[in-house]
């Protein structure tokens, strides 16, 4: 049973940085498409980034693109989220997820993942 564990969350300033990261426990990140979505109130959930399995590449939404940066450590067993250039619009519940597939075409789709993260608040304003 994989475990997903999200931190890092927390209020920051218009145009400041924080780091989220999902720590996974049960099965190895490198063997497994791990990705970020969020979800703002009133909103549905949102894909944000993906990594592939065994070193597919990684993806973004539009509206992340360029500002986010998202990596695995296989070593620690975590990805990581790296927030830049944050808007209020960054606001959300940022979740962690996890599938055992590696399609291309269903990186960005909530139905893609089996796993989840309890999440963690992101609240961006100034």
């Known amino acids: 049973q994989l475990q997903l564990s999200e931190s890092g969350g927390e209020w920051v300033q218009t145009g400041g940085s924080l780091r989220l990261s999902c720590a996974a426990s049960?099965?190895?990140?490198?063997?497994?498409?791990m990705a970020w979505f969020r979800q703002a109130p009133g909103k549905e959930r949102e894909f944000v980034a993906a990594?592939?399995?065994?070193?597919?590449?990684?993806y973004y939404g539009d509206s992340v693109k360029g500002r986010f940066t998202m990596s695995r450590d296989n070593a620690k067993n975590l990805v990581s989220l790296q927030m830049n250039s944050l808007r209020p619009e960054d606001t959300a519940v940022y979740y962690c997820?996890?599938?055992?597939?590696?399609?291309?075409?269903?990186?960005?789709?909530?139905?893609?993942?089996?796993?989840w993260g309890q999440g963690t608040q992101v609240t961006v304003s100034s």
């Open positions: 997820a996890a599938t055992t597939t590696g399609i291309l075409s269903t990186v960005a789709r909530v139905s893609a993942y089996n796993d």
């Open positions: 049960g099965r190895s990140v490198s063997t497994t498409t």
């Open positions: 990594i592939r399995r065994h070193g597919g590449g990684t």
